[in-house]
């Protein structure tokens, strides 16, 4: 079992950048594949980016690809979401996502992740 805690959210202007950062509990975090999504207010909870539990594969919704970047330190049992050029419609509130896999197959439903973080709040003015 791991536990999420995500840390990094604020306020930011429209094109401005944020890094959200999630640390895990746990011995065996390089053991699982991580994700990050996001919910704004009246919507469905939709995939942003995942990364593989190597690091070496990685997937990106087409609505932050060039954008947003995934990336984790196994040692530090930490991912993070480096987010620039930011858009007011990127508002949300911003999920860390845990899934035990040693495949570089990246998962992008949240039905596929078991564990979660309590989310960071990202806000964007225009």
């Known amino acids: 079992q791991v536990q999420l805690v995500e840390s990094g959210g604020g306020l930011v202007q429209a094109g401005g950048s944020l890094r959200l950062s999630c640390a895990a509990s746990?011995?065996?975090?390089?053991?699982?594949?991580m994700g990050w999504f996001r919910q704004a207010p009246g919507k469905e909870r939709e995939f942003v980016t995942g990364?593989?539990?190597?690091?070496?594969?990685?997937n990106y919704a087409d609505s932050v690809k060039g954008r947003f970047t995934i990336a984790r330190d196994n040692a530090k049992a930490t991912v993070y979401l480096q987010m620039n050029s930011l858009k007011p419609e990127d508002t949300a509130v911003y999920y860390c996502?845990?899934?035990?896999?040693?495949?570089?197959?990246?998962?992008?439903?949240?039905?596929?992740?078991?564990?979660w973080g309590q989310g960071t709040q990202v806000t964007v003015s225009s």
């Open positions: 746990g011995r065996t975090f390089s053991s699982y594949a």
């Open positions: 996502a845990a899934r035990f896999s040693g495949r570089s197959y990246i998962y992008a439903s949240s039905l596929d992740y078991p564990y």
């Open positions: 990364i593989s539990w190597s690091g070496g594969s990685t």
